[in-house]
Nanobody
Framework: QVQLVESGGGLVQAGGSLRLSCAAS????????MGWYRQAPGKQRELVAA???????NYADSVKGRFTISRENAKNTVYLQMNMLKPEDTAVYYC???????????????WGQGTQVTVSS
């Protein structure tokens, strides 16, 4: 059974840092491209960072130079180090495969519970 469990969110002041973690199970993690997505209130979910099975990374322009995605295949875990946080980074952050997992007979997108990141000004 697929499971993605995000953790590490919280409340931080602008300019601060957080490190998010995501533990994955039920997928062949080592061959899966992974991503961190976020959804702010009233906005669509967006992909902010991605990492291939080989370790190549890609970032949204809004987080480039501030966020770093990494993975630890031995632990089936993907991380997001977030530095120089801004109020506009406030959102619920989710990890998923890239593209997102689809499960069940209707191939519904699967999402974990996410982790809330709130950046105060």
């Amino acid at each position: 059974q697929v499971q993605l469990v995000e953790s590490g969110g919280g409340l931080v002041q602008a300019g601060g840092s957080l490190r998010l973690s995501c533990a994955a199970s039920g997928i062949i993690f080592r061959i899966s491209a992974m991503g961190w997505y976020r959804q702010a209130p009233g906005k669509q979910r967006e992909l902010v960072a991605a990492i291939t099975s080989g370790g190549s990374t890609n970032y949204a322009d809004s987080v480039k130079g501030r966020f770093t995605i990494s993975r630890e295949n031995a632990k089936n875990t993907v991380y997001l180090q977030m530095n120089m946080l801004k109020p506009e980074d406030t959102a619920v952050y989710y990890c998923n495969t890239d593209p997102p997992l689809r499960v069940g007979p209707r191939l519904t997108e699967y999402w974990g519970q996410g982790t809330q990141v709130t950046v105060s000004s």
